[in-house]
């Protein structure tokens, strides 16, 4: 059974462009999460998505920042304009159920924006 | 607002010894999950053990073990016979459950560095 995965591993972008994460959740799995990490930092909530739906998105920045989880294909974490202050891992976790209480957590993507 | 606190940011430990790593948090729920994660320099977040709010008995997972006193909002981490490979990142991590969305998701410590010399 394969984890979750998340490409790409390493994005680089410049100023002002788009950057587009990927995860595909476990097999099974329909809930997904999105967090970002810092250097030298825990891990942030940023939004939590079942297919078709956005559950919690208090954890998102107002702007720039947008999440889907279509009914079919990967979870897309999008990113406008990018700016420095973006670069960051960028990690999916899924569980399999509303109430499950392990996340399997994805790779991550290192954004870096020059 | 729940917050997760790991005051130690790095911590080393002779192989084969015994390290313990702290970890407190800020909560008004009863009912929550506390959990310990390693991330090595793959950055890949991988599960060291769990433990159930509503479980007196502390959780453990062959050479880790916890040290849960709930009252106390304090969840250390003790990793026996300490190996090379566990030398990583230790975060420990809370699972919320705001009840106006139901929501699960984590809340994460800054983490703590673990060094194992050999």
Redesign the interface.
């Known amino acids: 059974n394969a984890g979750v995965m998340q490409n790409p591993r390493h994005l680089v972008r410049r100023r002002g462009q788009e950057a587009r994460l990927r995860c595909s959740p476990m097999k099974g799995h329909s809930h997904v999460y999105w967090y970002r990490q810092l250097p030298e930092e825990g891990l942030k909530f940023m939004v939590y998505l079942q297919k078709e739906n956005i559950i919690d998105e208090s954890g998102m920045p107002k702007e720039r920042f947008s999440a889907e989880f279509p009914k079919e294909g990967p979870s897309i974490l999008r990113i406008q304009q990018v700016v420095r202050g973006d670069s960051a891992a960028y990690f999916c976790a899924s569980s399999p159920a509303f109430g499950a209480y392990e996340q399997y957590f994805g790779p991550g993507t290192r954004l870096t924006v020059t | 607002a729940q917050t997760?606190t790991?005051s130690q940011p790095e911590m080393s430990v002779q192989e084969a010894e015994t390290v313990t790593l702290s970890c407190t948090y800020d909560t008004s729920e009863s009912d929550y999950?506390l959990f310990w994660?390693k991330q090595p320099p793959?950055?890949?977040?991988i599960?060291v053990i769990?433990q159930?709010a509503y479980k007196q008995q502390n959780a453990t997972e062959n050479r880790f073990s916890v040290n849960f006193q709930k009252a106390a909002k304090s969840f250390s981490l003790k990793i026996s016979d300490s190996q090379l490979g566990d030398a990583a990142m230790y975060?420990c991590?809370y699972?919320s459950r705001p009840r106006d969305?139901?929501?699960?998701?984590?809340?994460?410590?800054?983490?703590t560095r673990l060094k194992v010399l050999a």
């Open positions: 997760v790991q999950y994660y793959s950055r890949q977040m599960l769990r159930e975060f991590a699972r969305t139901g929501t699960y998701k984590y809340i994460f410590g800054t983490g």
